[in-house]
């Protein structure tokens, strides 16, 4: 049997929260959150809406700081570094741990330049030819589109131009991959695909995912973090870590009874 410690201390961490709060203005989100993500894993983040999934999942690479009133409080490891430290260049912490969000979003630029265009950016001095090729390999879409190179990204399918920001988010040679619901705008044939693509990206990448998904969670996850939401002192709705364990344990012996009464469809 996989017990949850054997699982999670036999692997290196990647990154860890220690108390972490995250405040949007005086409201708080999401409450003392602590939690380590392995290295090459997957982790998904599950729980009913409005308990803090992506905005925990924002934390990890600094995109809560593009919203005025947030601010977080407490620790968030990227290794041994801490993120919020104030030596720590946001935008370099973005290429390390990059994002690909619930809608498909293309550049507006030709599929080349949607891998090309980040990789310049982040000052790449290497072949952008095989940068392009590799990439689109990576993320299982160079097959359908290298004759088409030159046309633009938002002229693929949905599910296309999911993989095609997948693969611009690894242009640029990342060690994390924040998934926000990357498959709740997909067909199903197409989300089969990007959940493929995840098993094989996780050999080089870290991956944490945000689904609604529950099937999802148990067919692409190694661990799994069930939220919940909880009325606090203020009257406000707060998000808090419910249960994180091996995806195999939460969904076939949580220990917690509302992880059963979510995994079950009671709730949420
Ligand atoms: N930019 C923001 N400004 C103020 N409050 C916000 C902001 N973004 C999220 N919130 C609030 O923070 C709480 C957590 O939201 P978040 O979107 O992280 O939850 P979630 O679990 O990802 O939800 P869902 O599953 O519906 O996407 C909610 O109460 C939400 O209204």
Not at 70 to 99: H, Q, S
Not at 123 to 134: A, F, H, K, P, Q
Not at 186 to 214: A, F, G, Q, W
Request: proline share 4%.
């Amino acid at each position: 049997m996989v017990t949850k410690t054997d699982t999670i201390n036999s692997t290196e961490m990647v990154l860890r929260t220690e108390n972490l709060n995250i405040f949007y203005g005086n409201f708080l989100a999401v409450q003392n959150i602590w939690m380590d993500i392995a290295k090459n894993q997957v982790t998904a983040f599950i729980g009913p809406s409005g308990c803090g999934k992506s905005t925990l999942l924002r934390c990890y690479n600094r995109l809560n700081d593009l919203i005025d009133s947030f601010r977080a409080e407490g620790k968030v490891y990227f290794y041994d570094k801490n993120l919020y430290a104030p030596d720590i260049d946001p935008v370099e912490v973005r290429r390390r741990i990059g994002m690909v969000f619930q809608r498909p979003n293309p550049f507006p630029k030709s599929i080349r330049d949607n891998i090309a265009f980040g990789a310049k950016i982040n000052g790449y001095r290497g072949n952008i030819d095989e940068l392009v090729e590799t990439s689109l390999r990576q993320a299982a879409l160079w097959d359908e589109v290298k004759d088409k190179l030159n046309q633009s990204g938002l002229s693929l399918s949905g599910g296309q131009q999911q993989r095609l920001c997948i693969a611009r988010a690894v242009a640029v040679q990342p060690e994390v991959i924040l998934m926000d619901e990357p498959c709740s705008a997909l067909d199903p044939i197409s989300t089969l695909r990007v959940e493929e693509l995840i098993h094989e990206l996780k050999e080089k990448y870290t991956i944490v995912i945000v689904t609604h998904n529950m099937q999802q969670a148990a067919r692409v996850s190694d661990q799994t973090a069930f939220f919940n939401v909880k009325t606090s002192e203020k009257g406000g709705r707060t998000g808090y870590l419910v249960e994180y364990a091996p995806t195999e344990l939460i969904f076939n012996d949580p220990q917690q009874e509302d992880t059963k009464a979510y995994i079950s469809g009671r709730f949420g």
